[in-house]
């Protein structure tokens, strides 16, 4: 099976808008939650983790 280049670019250009959509929506989250500062704590971290919803968006931008 042979894919073009022109597919291939698209499927890079999609990913790279995706990736730069979920990284905006996790900066407007942590924006919008609260003081900065506090949302680099280490137990404001751990609590991220047990939101099911929040941790899978994390997971997405890995």
Partial sequence: MRI???HIRKIHYSTALGAIGLVALHI???FSTGH???S???EF???NYQT???AILLELIL
């Fill in 4 to 6: 073009r280049e022109s």
């Fill in 28 to 30: 407007s989250v942590r």
């Fill in 36 to 38: 900065f500062a506090s």
């Fill in 40 to 42: 680099l704590s280490y």
């Fill in 45 to 47: 971290v751990v609590a």
């Fill in 52 to 54: 099911l919803s929040y």
